[in-house]
């Protein structure tokens, strides 16, 4: 009975652990939160719970308490402190993002595999990993920065916050920092503004409950093929988040050492909850 008290409560942490790092896609920007999801290995099951409330309804609130509360507690830590590090440190936090990702990306190319994967998979793959590229890269235009705040501006941002979480590789952040919004984003998550807040939610509600159950029945169909696609998205979103050429332009060696000492941390932290994952399934 007292190791599984013990299990249950380290089952508990892990999950909350991983609901701050499924919330930092809400607020990082080249960060999605569904493919931490995916990667973290609880995706499946979000979208599954999504598309069905009520089936299941109390075990799936009890499984999803302390990943909603982890995402909340990581939003709100971020949002206090995401201006400044991404303003000062940018590119040496962003190396721990990459870390975690890489850290955790061999569970998810075994999660992609289980049912097998052949020649279509790995195409798919590959279309999925350069429509990412292309989406993420060219994605400033579509904005442009150029958007005012309003009710209807701050619903799209929740749909687009949904839209993260349904399609793993979006980065709601990128499309909001394109549209001008993210720092007044930032700050009413920080500050708890409902003028804000409640129109992300509406967007967000609305945008899961008309796209979940698609997702679902794709997922119970062609499960290999859109896990496939899956990895093919993380793996450009990856990419696209690498910082280059000018962004280390003035670094000191330290700075470099703890680029990639920020990986290396990244990294193992993700490969032990990759492995966390793997007890607790």
């Known amino acids: 009975m007292e190791k599984k008290e013990k299990n249950d409560n380290q089952s508990w942490l892990l999950r909350f652990v991983k609901g701050m790092f499924v919330g930092s896609g809400f607020i990082v920007p080249g960060v999605s939160g569904g493919a931490l999801a995916a990667i973290f290995g609880i995706y499946e099951r979000i979208i599954n719970f999504l598309a069905n409330i009520t089936k299941n309804f109390k075990e799936n609130v009890r499984f999803f308490l302390p990943v909603g509360i ?128 409640i129109p992300i939610g509406i967007g967000g509600l609305i945008t899961i409950l008309l796209l979940a159950r698609v997702i679902e029945k794709i997922f119970s169909t062609n499960y290999s093929e859109f896990f496939h696609f899956i990895v093919g998205i993380v793996l450009a ?22 680029c990639f000492v920020l990986f290396t941390l990244g990294a193992l932290l993700g490969w032990w909850m990759s492995q966390l994952e793997n007890r607790y399934k």
């Open 70 to 197: 982890g995402a909340l507690v990581g939003i709100a830590i971020l949002s206090w402190g995401i201006s400044y590090l991404l303003g000062s440190f940018e590119v040496i936090i962003t190396w721990f993002f990459i870390g975690a990702i890489v850290g955790t990306a061999p569970a998810l190319w075994a999660e992609a595999g289980k049912e097998g994967r052949d020649r279509k998979d790995y195409i798919i793959m590959i279309i999925a990993f350069v429509f990412g590229i292309i989406l993420l890269g060219f994605g400033t235009q579509l904005f442009n920065g150029a958007v005012q705040p309003s009710f209807i501006a701050w619903m799209v941002c929740g749909a687009l916050i949904a839209l993260g979480i349904l399609i793993p590789g979006m980065s709601p952040s990128n499309f909001i920092l394109y549209m001008g919004l993210y720092q007044a984003m930032a700050d009413g998550f920080k500050t708890f503004d409902l003028v804000i807040i």
């Open 237 to 258: 979103s990856t990419i696209m988040i690498v910082p280059l050429g000018s962004k280390y332009a003035g670094f000191s060696f330290l700075e470099f050492l703890m």
